[in-house]
T-cell receptor, first 117, second 113 residues
Framework: GAVVSQHPSWVICKSGTSVKIECRSL??????MFWYRQFPKQSLMLMAT?????????EQGVEKDKFLINHASLTLSTLTVTSAHPEDSSFYIC?????????????FGEGSWLTVV | QQQVKQSPQSLIVQKGGISIINCAYE??????FPWYQQFPGKGPALLIA?????SEKKEGRFTISFNKSAKQFSLHIMDSQPGDSATYFC????????????FGTGTSLTVIP
């Protein structure tokens, strides 16, 4: 099946610093990538929808200046958590939607654990 | 408003039994309904999906039943195994590259030996 790679798998950073998480579709072109946040034992919360070559669309309540999303190519989207604080600690997951017709589904990355200390 | 409602929140099933997870949706424009399986610390993985032109889809031990008039769909896991213990999410979306997926709240399945 389609593979979406997310890097890093886990990261620890100091409060006030910025962290970048990469999401790559390895064997297909993704016009749309989604970024989610997931708290323990909870569902996925959509943060933003990222379309290649255009600005991301953020969900209500998500600070776009704090969670910077860049979708520079059909295979790469990045999420940068700026000025991270302990409350930003979470599991961040990306997903990519296959550009081609039959690939309507989305494929998830393995997720990135962010711990802000 | 929760677009997709999922139940139960947690489920314990004996090995060899049938696990059933139910979902209901609101938007009749949805036309694609996938199920995802998530193990702790991992991203969700696509398990099986259905479109509303069929009422049932089976892949191995996993079956989706779809009731368009009731706006409900369910996942059945036959001969449940301890390795099936995971969190399961149903989702719904409309075809089209820009449309988001709406997820249920998840069901934690535990299959006991």
């Amino acid at each position: 099946g389609a593979v979406v790679s997310q890097h890093p798998s886990w990261v620890i950073c100091k409060s006030g610093t910025s962290v970048k998480i990469e999401c790559r579709s390895l064997d297909f072109q993704a016009t749309t990538m989604f970024w989610y946040r997931q708290f323990p034992k909870q569902s996925l919360m959509l943060m933003a929808t990222s379309n290649e070559g255009s600005k991301a669309t953020y969900e209500q309540g998500v600070e776009k200046d704090k969670f910077l999303i860049n979708h520079a190519s059909l295979t790469l989207s990045t999420l940068t958590v700026t000025s991270a604080h302990p409350e930003d600690s979470s599991f961040y997951i990306c997903s990519a939607r296959n550009r081609e017709g039959a690939g309507n589904t989305i494929y998830f990355g393995e997720g990135s654990w962010l711990t802000v200390v | 408003q929760q677009q997709v409602k999922q139940s139960p929140q947690s489920l314990i099933v004996q090995k060899g039994g049938i696990s059933i997870i139910n979902c209901a949706y609101e938007n009749t424009a949805f036309d694609y309904f996938p199920w995802y399986q998530q193990f702790p610390g991992k991203g969700p993985a696509l398990l099986i999906a259905i479109r509303p032109d069929v009422s049932e889809k089976k892949e191995g031990r996993f079956t989706i039943s779809f009731n368009k008039s009731a706006k409900q769909f369910s996942l059945h896991i036959m001969d449940s195994q301890p390795g099936d213990s995971a969190t399961y999410f149903c989702a719904a979306t409309r075809e089209g590259t820009g449309n988001q997926f709406y997820f249920g709240t998840g069901t934690s399945l535990t299959v006991i030996p």
